[in-house]
């Protein structure tokens, strides 16, 4: 059989193990492993666990479970809430100021979890009855919170940025310092439409009012003392402080990456124990499982995917769709919107983590052939990626604001993301006409590295 024929096979015989719900780790080992038996040497199969671990055998993939048990420490106790309550007492004043400080606390919740599920649970499941207990529509509220989840792939520690450095051998540092311009971009983008948006429920809420007499929650406004506002920080300026130290430390070049998350992971422990006297088993017991779940599903999905890789480029399947690419002559620009393309087709049905391992022997070369900043590209395709996980069919975010809120239609939470996704094409716009955004910073900390 042709390369053509044997790369076709391939595709449809992962779409179709996709798509029969087998777990996706599964899915992508179970494929690989057939057409190892089929189209390679029979000593192959021996080698399977060992290719496996060597793919996995890397320092840099060791802060995945690290920056998890980060994340779990502080999501499953009342960080997250904390964190939250004290962004909305310093912000009420403005309009719409509950969903911005809720698009704050995703930020810098995001920041120190490197998770987009976290985030959403985290902040969800105290943000979203807030914001509706004050007239915020089910839609609203749950497309700012989703949307908001989305910047933990984006903001560094990111899992998902974590993976694109390993697959595309590039400094994980530059590439999670390309990622705060963006980031802070979005952050101010989903912030501007919360006001927007409220200012048109409270008109609508204030008109209703004036024609029926009947008050609205929406129209209720919180008043906070000052008092009351610095009270509400010092349970919270700990875990700021602690992300400004890991942060420090992976950029000012003290410690690796994998040495920050540990650390990061440890001292989140720490704070939690001193500040929320978490240090019994039992209270320990939800942390600990939360983080073996999640890294043993990152992991076995990460193994797999790299597997998968391992087949497609023995069989020269990826080698040769880059050489169809580029033997394509398409300009630049085209090529690029190709591929994003692409990668939004596949985020109606895999994850990140799945998409960057399978596309990233594809699509790599073909942009390097054409000059592009590969760092550059990265921030740009998680935000694309970030679309996926607002969107159907899959949308995790989706269904995680679902178990956070059930009470809430499905077809309200779409519709309530779907601006937010709107933002993030006007980013991936903002980052190509003006790639300074994502680049000028890790030029200004490590120096020009030249992106290719």
Same mark, same amino acid.
């Given at each position: 059989m042709t390369v053509f024929g044997i790369g076709i096979s391939y595709g449809l015989a992962t779409l179709f193990a996709m798509f029969s719900g087998m777990p996706i780790a599964f899915a992508l080992g179970a494929v690989a492993v057939v057409f190892m038996a089929i189209y390679m040497p029979a000593a192959s199969l021996d080698t399977v666990t060992q290719n496996v671990y060597e793919e996995m055998a890397s320092i840099t993939l060791l802060s995945i479970p690290l920056f998890i048990l980060k994340g779990a420490a502080i999501g499953k106790s009342r960080a997250g809430q904390d964190l939250y309550s004290a962004l909305h007492a310093w912000l009420h004043r403005v309009p719409g100021g509950l969903g911005v400080a809720n698009v704050f606390a995703c930020a810098l919740f995001a920041a120190m979890a490197g998770s987009s599920p976290a985030t959403c649970s985290a902040i969800g499941s105290a943000g979203i009855p807030e914001m509706r207990k004050r007239g915020y529509s089910g839609g609203f509220a749950a497309g700012i919170i989703a949307a908001g989840g989305t910047l933990g792939i984006l903001l560094p520690p990111s899992i998902t940025m974590i993976l694109f450095a390993v697959a595309a051998e590039k400094s994980l540092g530059r590439l999670f310092l390309a990622g705060i311009g963006p980031g802070l971009l979005l952050v101010s983008l989903f912030g501007f439409y919360a006001v927007f948006r409220f200012r048109k429920e409270y008109a609508m809420a204030k008109a209703a009012y004036d024609a029926t007499g009947k008050d609205a929650a929406i129209l209720q406004r919180d008043e906070f003392t000052m008092a009351e506002r610095f009270s509400a920080l010092p349970r919270v300026?700990?875990?700021?402080?602690?992300?400004?130290?890991?942060?420090?430390?992976?950029?000012?070049?003290?410690?690796?990456?994998?040495?920050?998350?540990?650390?990061?992971?440890? /001292?989140?422990?720490?704070?939690?124990?001193?500040?929320? @006297?978490?240090?019994?088993? @039992?209270?320990? &017991? %939800?942390?600990?499982? &939360? $983080?073996?779940?999640? &890294?043993?599903?990152?992991? /076995?999905?990460?193994?797999? +995917?790299?597997?998968? &890789?391992?087949?497609? +480029?023995?069989?020269?399947? @990826?080698?040769?769709?880059?050489?169809?690419?580029?033997?394509?002559?398409?300009?630049?620009?085209?090529?690029?919107?190709?591929?994003?393309?692409?990668?939004?087709?596949?985020?109606?049905?895999?994850?990140?983590? @799945?998409?960057?391992?399978? $596309?990233?022997?594809?699509?790599? %070369? %073909?942009?390097?052939?054409?000059?592009?900043?590969?760092?550059?590209?990265?921030?740009?395709?998680?935000?694309?990626?970030?679309?996926?996980?607002i969107h159907p069919p899959v949308g995790l975010n989706i269904f995680v604001i679902r178990n956070v809120a059930p009470d809430i239609p499905l077809s309200e939470v779409i519709w309530g993301t779907l601006p937010f996704v709107l933002l993030m094409m006007f980013a991936v716009l903002m980052l190509c006409v003006f790639p300074e955004i994502s680049t000028w910073l890790p030029n200004l900390v490590m120096g020009p590295d030249g992106g290719r």
């Open positions: 300026i700990p875990f700021v402080l602690l992300l400004t130290g890991v942060m420090i430390a992976l950029y000012g070049g003290y410690a690796t990456p994998s040495e920050t998350a540990g650390l990061g992971g440890l /001292l989140a422990l720490g704070l939690i124990a001193v500040i929320y @006297s978490v240090w019994k088993p @039992s209270d320990l &017991s %939800p942390i600990l499982k &939360s $983080t073996i779940r999640e &890294s043993t599903m990152l992991m /076995l999905i990460i193994g797999m +995917s790299l597997l998968y &890789s391992y087949v497609m +480029s023995y069989l020269h399947i @990826s080698q040769s769709a880059a050489e169809a690419i580029v033997a394509m002559h398409l300009p630049r620009w085209e090529l690029l919107f190709a591929i994003l393309v692409m990668v939004i087709v596949l985020g109606f049905f895999l994850p990140p983590v @799945s998409i960057i391992l399978m $596309t990233a022997p594809i699509i790599l %070369p %073909p942009l390097r052939a054409a000059e592009f900043d590969i760092i550059w590209f990265g921030v740009v395709m998680t935000i694309v990626m970030e679309m996926g996980l």
